[in-house]
């Protein structure tokens, strides 16, 4: 009898740890820091590719369009807009990547300054994963913008990532 019921304990704690929790169930993992490398850092290389929205975009990826992108970037990650002089793209290890189901959203809103440094990044919409939100507030906090008179003007950076790449649709939110 006693035998029974040890093996019926033994089966019930099996059984309960099988399963993913429902709260497993999300579209967006975050990935486990790796233990030896160091943090990742947001790289200024760009790979150019032209996408339906004219954003610009890192690897394959192709996002739906938005009025007031610019056209895509170079390979020395200037773009075509004269106001953008140089933009970063989130370096995301594959494992990160691989995490992502269907297209994470991310936008950052930044000020800049007269000299067209970024001034201030704040998240304007944070999306569903910290880890994809801080990387995209790093690279934007590295943007340059063409010189002006305005004492601070505003630019929203919408980043989108997904399994293939990472598109940024910039747009000027004030005159």
Do not use: C
Request: hydrophobic share 35%; glycine share 8%.
């Amino acid at each position: 009898m006693v035998l029974a019921f040890v093996i019926l304990i033994g089966w019930l704690m099996t059984r309960r740890h099988q399963g993913p929790s429902r709260s497993d169930d999300v579209g967006v993992l975050k990935p486990s820091p790796p233990a030896a490398a160091s943090p990742e850092k947001p790289s200024p290389a760009i790979e150019p590719q032209s996408s339906r929205s004219g954003g610009i975009a890192n690897k394959n990826s192709t996002p739906p369009g938005n009025s007031e992108v610019s056209k895509p970037a170079s390979a020395t990650g200037e773009s075509d807009n004269p106001d953008i002089v140089h933009q970063v793209i989130p370096n995301v290890p594959r494992s990160a990547r691989n995490t992502i189901t269907g297209r994470v959203k991310v936008g950052v809103k930044v000020n800049v300054d007269r000299k067209g440094d970024v001034s201030g990044a704040e998240l304007a919409n944070p999306g569903p994963s910290q880890y994809f939100a801080r990387l995209a507030i790093e690279a934007a906090r590295q943007w340059r913008f063409q010189a002006a008179q305005e004492p601070n003007r505003e630019w929203t950076l919408r980043f989108e990532f997904g399994r293939s790449g990472t598109t940024v649709h910039p747009a000027r939110t004030s005159q």
